[in-house]
């Protein structure tokens, strides 16, 4: 059995991207009702040497909209990471939602063997699409999520796993 390149990516971005913006909520509602300046939470890190929550939701939403307009083969979309709030970031997350949302599945199908070539952190790298899919965007993607929801939960946001997998 195949799998559906579009299935296992703009779905599951839209759902996961949900769910990573109603933890960044729980984590607003946390720092209005704890009085906590919500910069504080923007920059918190798990160690001083990894990327803040702010940079963590920016990263998996840029994951997301690359992957899909990459297996499509258009050009990523370049947007400003200045995001500075929780609304900020939710507005963030809703754009990539609208973007990825604006996908075919016939934009997406049969694209297991496009070539896709990137640079991260002036690396060159190139993939065959199902294996840049599986091996590199979504384990990425994921990774980011994790990361944002880790930071908040480390902080006192009392988020669980129902909250990250979204509860169904």
């Known amino acids: 059995m195949t799998i559906s390149m579009y299935s296992a990516s703009v779905p599951v971005y839209q759902s ?74 939710a507005a963030r997350i809703d754009k990539t939602i609208a973007y990825i949302s604006e996908f075919s599945a016939a934009q997406i199908e049969g694209q297991e063997d496009r070539a896709i070539e990137l640079t991260i952190a002036g690396n060159h790298m190139s993939f065959k699409g199902q294996p840049y899919l599986l091996h590199m965007a979504m384990p990425n993607f994921y990774f980011h999520v994790a990361a944002a929801y880790a930071i908040l939960r480390h902080n006192g946001v009392e988020i669980g796993k129902g909250d990250f997998l979204g509860r169904r």
Request: hydrophobic share 50%; proline share 4%.
């Open 16 to 89: 996961m991207l949900a769910n990573l913006k109603g933890v960044l909520a729980k984590g607003a509602d946390f720092a209005a009702a704890k009085k906590i300046d919500e910069s504080v939470l923007m920059n918190a890190r798990l160690a001083p040497d990894m990327f803040p929550l702010s940079r963590q939701v920016q990263i998996a939403c840029d994951f997301a909209k690359g992957s899909v307009a990459r297996l499509a083969g258009l050009d990523v979309p370049k947007w400003e990471d200045n995001e500075k709030s929780f609304a900020d970031l």
